[in-house]
T-cell receptor
Framework: ETGVTQTPRHLVMGMTNKKSLKCEQH?????MYWYKQSAKKPLELMFV???????ENNSVPSRFSPECPNSSHLFLHLHTLQPEDSALYLC?????????????FGDGTRLSIL | KNQVEQSPQSLIILEGKNCTLQ??????????LRWYKQDTGRGPVSLTI?????NTKSNGRYTATLDADTKQSSLHITASQLSDSASYIC??????????FGKGTTLSVSS
C-alpha cells in the first residue's frame, strides 16, 4: 500500500479514443504531480498541482489535459494520442510543492496507443 | 544544463554479493539528493535522501554516500538478495526548479 493509488493499471487505446487516468492519494498531501516514464529515459515531469491549482506545465501537448478537483484526486484526460505517447504514467504526491519535499509515487498506469 | 548521469546502465550480480551504483550530477545550486528503488511494474520508492551537508546515510542494507565537492554519489548494496533486483534512480534537487532524474541503473541479482 503506497498511499497513492492509480487506476487503471493498464490501458490500451486507439489514437481517436478519449480516456482518463485517475490518481488518488490518502496521505493528506497538498501537492500532486504527473510524470511520464519512457524506456531508457529519465522521468519527465508533466504537471504540478498545489492546493488544486496548476503551478507547472512542462510544455506538454494539449492532447493531455489534467484536472485536480480536490487535493486528494488528480486526473489526466487523454484525447487523440500518438504512438509515441505509449509509456508508464506515474502520479506522485508530496506534503507541499517544492523540490525539497519527498514525493510518494503510485504504481503507474501502463498506457499503450495502437 | 543540469544533468544527472548514472552508471552502470545495467548490472548483474550473484546473490549475496555487494555492489555499488554511481551517480554524477552537474546540478547547481544543489539542495538534496535522493535514491529511489523501482521494482518492475511498480512506482519508485524512496530509499535515502541527503542534503549537501550529509556524507552518508543508511537504510538497512542500502548505504548512500555523497561528495558535494565532486558532485558524486554512490549507493552501496550489501549482501544482495533476489528482491534487490530493480531499477535504482538517482534524483537531484535544484531549489529553484523541480527534481532532476537520472535514467537509472537496472540491477539483476541471480541465484
Amino acid at each position: 500500500e503506497t498511499g497513492v493509488t492509480q487506476t487503471p493499471r493498464h490501458l490500451v487505446m486507439g489514437m481517436t479514443n478519449k480516456k482518463s487516468l485517475k490518481c488518488e492519494q490518502h496521505l493528506g498531501h497538498n501537492a500532486m504531480y504527473w510524470y511520464k516514464q519512457s524506456a531508457k529515459k529519465p522521468l519527465e515531469l508533466m504537471f504540478v498541482y498545489s492546493l488544486e491549482e496548476r503551478v507547472e506545465n512542462n510544455s506538454v501537448p494539449s492532447r493531455f489535459s489534467p484536472e485536480c478537483p480536490n487535493s486528494s484526486h488528480l486526473f489526466l484526460h487523454l484525447h487523440t494520442l500518438q504512438p509515441e505517447d505509449s509509456a508508464l504514467y506515474l502520479c506522485a504526491s508530496s506534503l507541499n510543492a517544492g523540490s525539497n519535499q519527498p514525493q510518494h509515487f503510485g504504481d503507474g498506469t501502463r498506457l499503450s496507443i495502437l | 544544463k543540469n544533468q544527472v548521469e548514472q552508471s552502470p546502465q545495467s548490472l548483474i550480480i550473484l546473490e549475496g554479493k555487494n555492489c555499488t551504483l554511481q551517480c554524477n550530477y552537474t546540478v547547481s545550486p544543489f539542495s538534496n539528493l535522493r535514491w529511489y528503488k523501482q521494482d518492475t511494474g511498480r512506482g519508485p520508492v524512496s530509499l535515502t535522501i541527503m542534503t549537501f551537508s550529509e556524507n552518508t546515510k543508511s537504510n538497512g542494507r542500502y548505504t548512500a554516500t555523497l561528495d558535494a565537492d565532486t558532485k558524486q554519489s554512490s549507493l552501496h548494496i550489501t549482501a544482495s538478495q533476489l528482491s534487490d533486483s530493480a531499477s535504482y534512480i538517482c534524483v537531484v534537487s535544484d531549489p529553484r526548479t523541480a527534481l532532476i532524474f537520472g535514467k537509472g541503473t537496472t540491477l539483476s541479482v541471480s541465484s
